[in-house]
Structures are given as C-alpha cells and as structure tokens.
C-alpha cells in the first residue's frame, strides 16, 4: 500500500489516497474539538487509541455480521478502509438521555429512555449539523427510503451489540453518532466507534469516559479514553 495524496481533513483525521483506487487511508489525529470546532485543543495520544478502539469495534461488529468500511489497521494512528460513496448524514442513536436531548425534551441527565431513540443530522458545518427527519433528507435528496431503512436497522443492530460488549466491561453506552457509505449499491458502516463520537459512562459511579470530560472541562481526557480501552482489551 503506498500513501497518496491528501483528499480530506476533518477535525479528528485525515484521509488519504492510496495505490489502490479502492481504498483509503485513515489518519487519526489528537486534535479535540466542541462546539463546531469553536473550542480545539490536542490530547497528545488521542489519535492513537481512538485507532485502536475503532479497531476493537469493528472486528467485533463484522463477527456479528456487521459490514464496515474497516480493512485493517496498518500503524499506530493509520487504519486502511474501503473507499465509500458517503451520504451526509449523522445517525445518532440515545439510550439514556444527555447532551443536547436534556435542553429539547426538558429531562434530567441520565434518564434511561424507554425505547432507543434514533436521529439524523445533515453534516454541513455551515448550517451547524441540523437534525432533519425522513421527509427532509428524502427532499434534500441525501438518501433513499430502502437506505434509511437499512441504516435504522444496522443502527439498532449496532446498539444492542454494543450494550451487550460494553456491560461486560462495566460500562453503559448512552448514546454515539454513526456515519454510512455505499459500496458496491450497498450501504454499509464507515467513520469511528470511540470515545470522540460515543457517550460511555461507568455502570456503578457514572464517571464519563469520553468527550465529554472535553465538552465540560471536567479534565482527565486522555486518562478516561485510555481507561476505555484498557476495559475493552484487557
């Protein structure tokens, strides 16, 4: 595999060409951002276990059946993937309420909802990621209706195997955002599965081991995202 030019950058990787048209490389990098990028900062080994978590999530995910655009991880902050057709949407999946849900349902944090709720987001940072419903993103033409389908479905398969992995380990999953792809007319999993884009919280005392302790200022950042990937393969 030989590292070709640079086609993106995001605020937490950059994605690279490769020899192969029909892959990519993914670079994880420390940069921390909220806000819509409003506050940024670097976690010097961020990159390097949001690599590995990934890494754990979707081996763990394509034993369960789960197709991803995951192929490999090839360096410390570098993970191979399959090159997707992306669809600009946000696929955001609640358990226990958090985050913004607290302001638009009036709820207290930590809530347990009593159904998985699932939403979707229109990635435009220019408009600030706002929540659309099927009618809007069929309108905008971002996707299919057989495609929503199929990405509610993998959501809801995704929150149960993860619910299942991560009590083993301790640890609550209260909500996480996903990204798709279409590969060969299939819509199939893309992004990361970390701390960045996941709400985890420890079963008994409720610590936060994710972004949040970014978002708050609470501190110990880089202490809880390593915390979460010792539970997940130690």
Same mark, same amino acid.
């Given at each position: 595999m030989i590292k070709g030019n640079l086609l993106y950058e995001g605020k937490a990787k950059t994605v690279f060409e490769t020899d192969n048209p029909n892959e990519l490389l993914v670079y994880f990098k420390d !940069?921390?951002?909220a806000g819509?990028?409003?506050k940024h !900062? *670097? *976690?010097e080994g961020k990159g390097i276990i949001n690599n590995k978590i990934s890494? /754990? &999530? &979707?081996k763990q995910l394509k034993d369960r059946g789960i197709k991803s655009h995951f192929i490999e991880k090839i360096g410390e902050r570098e993970m191979l993937v399959k090159k997707l057709d992306m669809i600009k949407l946000e696929v955001v999946v609640r358990n226990i309420v958090a985050g913004s849900l607290v302001k638009r349902l009036g709820l207290e944090e930590g809530t347990p909802l009593t159904v998985p709720v699932v939403e979707y987001y229109y990635?435009? !940072?220019e408009l600030g990621d706002p929540m659309l419903n099927r009618y809007h993103i069929m309108a905008l033409d971002l996707a299919k209706i057989d495609e929503l389908n199929q990405m509610e479905h993998v959501a809801f398969s995704i929150n149960t195997i993860l619910r299942e992995i991560l009590k083993a380990k301790n640890v609550d999953l209260i909500d996480f955002k996903l990204e798709f792809g279409r590969f060969d007319g299939e819509v199939i999993l893309a992004d990361e599965i970390s701390p960045d884009n996941c709400r985890f919280w420890d079963i008994v005392t409720h610590e936060k081991l994710d972004k949040d302790r970014f978002r708050q200022d609470l501190g110990g950042v880089k202490e809880a /995202?390593?915390?979460m990937l010792d539970?997940?393969?130690m």
């Open positions: !940069d921390a951002t819509n990028g409003a !900062d *670097i *976690i890494e /754990y &999530f &979707f990635k435009s !940072d /995202y390593k915390e539970r997940l393969t």
